[in-house]
């Protein structure tokens, strides 16, 4: 609120540019439309702060905190779940914290990380992204430091859980579960070995790997079954050969010779391809029910059956569905529809010309509620909520390319955001604004309010009356009395 000195001080700074706003009661908020304005939040309990146009607002939502200056900086706080972060130049510099869990880096180049992990012990990572990486931990087990590509050690890192190289690339030790392998001259040379495991490889030229069935305890304490392999290439890509599932009553034989032909066998599939990759296809799903060709695959593909249907000519038309699933197009990529169903969800989306226009509908079909999202790029962006609630955008630059990300709503939205439009399906409240406020309009089931040009023209109804201002000069006042007798 802008009461006291605060409000005179502004009276005084709009004073030269021929602006002197009526100081405002001690209940009611400042209305200067861009240089600056107060106004309840729509669509969450709350208020919200505006000034300086799109360049700066702050946010109060129950216990969390919004403070930002688009598009430098913005920065969220919520006490009541210690969770905070800040944005710089997003996405050049931001900082998450949620609890002692934290992270801070700059482009992803330079980062610290630390916090508690799952078993309670505080770990501490500093990463020169693609130099330097180290932790550190109360535990020395969890300690690791690493100096590309001279020599190091990482660990839960690079999907491995464990990676020790000296001079990479001429030699790199990784280790995944219980699978170690030992690069020579990464990735040329290797030899590799585990449970039941044991394979080499001199790359391009010839490699062999066999496992046997094994198993496994998993979390629960329970045995689990883990199926082998045999796996063999010589002149790779040429030649390929491999078998996987063995132990199982679905073993699955691979062979290829490429690009001339690829086949693969098992009970419960078979597909051939000649040439590959895009030759004339042949695939038998016995276990999904369905029979597919395609000459040239993936370019003109038919498929029938009960589990999977498809007819494709690309670009000019598909038509694809399964029990679940559904995607078709026409005159890729013009129009794009894909749809997606199972017993408590449905949802589907049509685009054209990728991200040009693009409508996203989710229903749940165990209580009926409904959520909407359309994109128009660069014209605007509209959504409704879950709740029914509704939110309209103009313009809408990043938003249709980089959907429900909050950094870019956060730091970029309010830049364009010339008009904004809200509904409250629960209270029943909506607001509209117009070039940051230099036109907006606020209702509820108890009110309506108007602010024009700065609040040089400002109205309010309420149950009391009405109220007119006309340059922060009251022109009229129409009370509930008068209204009633006047309806006679």
Not at 34 to 55: C, I, M, N, S, W
Not at 103 to 126: D, K, L, P, W, Y
Not at 378 to 385: A, E, L, M, N, V
Request: aromatic share 16%; glycine share 6%.
């Amino acid at each position: 609120m802008v009461t006291g000195k605060t409000g005179r001080f502004l009276a005084i700074c709009l004073w030269p540019v021929g602006f002197l706003p009526q100081l405002q009661a001690a209940d009611s908020f400042a209305e200067y439309g861009p240089a600056y304005h107060q106004f309840k939040l729509t669509l969450d309990a709350g208020q919200r702060t505006e000034a300086v146009g799109p360049l700066y607002y702050h946010d109060i939502k129950e216990d969390t905190h919004v403070w930002a200056s688009p598009p430098l900086f913005s920065y969220t706080l919520n006490s009541s779940i210690e969770y905070e972060e800040f944005d710089f130049l997003y996405p050049l510099l931001s900082y998450d914290r949620f609890g002692s869990e934290y992270r801070f880096h700059i482009f992803q180049v330079f980062a610290f990380a630390g916090g508690q992990t799952q078993t309670e012990t505080n770990v501490s990572r500093f990463t020169l992204f693609p130099i330097y990486f180290q932790q550190r931990s109360l535990e020395a087990d969890l300690n690791y430091t690493a100096v590309l590509p001279f020599y190091g050690t990482l660990k839960n890192r690079l999907f491995r859980d464990e990676v020790h190289f000296v001079m990479m690339p001429l030699y790199v030790q990784s280790r995944r579960k219980d699978v170690v392998t030992d690069n020579y001259v990464y990735p040329i040379v290797h030899v590799r070995h585990g449970d039941g495991l044991k394979g080499w490889q001199v790359w391009p030229i010839v490699g062999k790997e066999h496992k046997d069935p094994t198993t496994v305890t998993n979390h629960w304490g329970d045995l689990v079954a883990v199926p082998g392999h045999d796996r063999f290439f010589a002149a790779w890509p040429i030649y390929l050969k491999a078998t996987s599932g063995i132990g199982t009553t679905n073993v699955v034989s691979q062979n290829a010779v490429l690009p001339l032909w690829s086949s693969l066998k098992s009970p419960l599939r078979e597909t051939w391809t000649s040439p590959w990759p895009f030759g004339l296809t042949h695939t038998i799903d016995r276990e999904k029910n369905y029979s597919e060709w395609g000459a040239p695959w993936p370019i003109v593909v038919f498929t029938r059956g009960e589990g999977k249907y498809t007819s494709r000519v690309w670009p000019f038309y598909s038509q694809a569905h399964t029990a679940t699933v559904e995607s078709d197009f026409y005159m890729w990529p013009v129009y794009k529809y894909n749809g997606y169903k199972t017993e408590s969800l449905e949802r589907d989306r049509s685009r054209i010309l990728f991200f040009l226009y693009s409508d996203t509908r989710e229903k749940n079909l165990e209580t009926g509620s409904t959520t909407s999202r359309r994109d128009f790029w660069p014209f605007y962006t509209w959504r409704k909520d879950w709740d029914g609630s509704e939110r309209l955008q103009a313009l809408s630059i990043l938003e249709p390319l980089l959907p429900n990300n909050k950094s870019i709503e956060r730091d970029y939205s309010p830049i364009w955001a010339l008009w904004r439009a809200e509904k409250n399906a629960k209270t029943g409240a909506s607001s509209q604004s117009l070039f940051w406020n230099l036109y907006r309009s606020d209702s509820s089931r108890e009110e309506k309010k108007v602010s024009l040009l700065f609040g040089l023209f400002k109205y309010q109804s309420t149950s009391d009356g009405r109220r007119w201002s006309l340059f922060h000069v009251p022109i009229a006042k129409k009370g509930a009395s008068v209204q009633a007798s006047s309806a006679h």
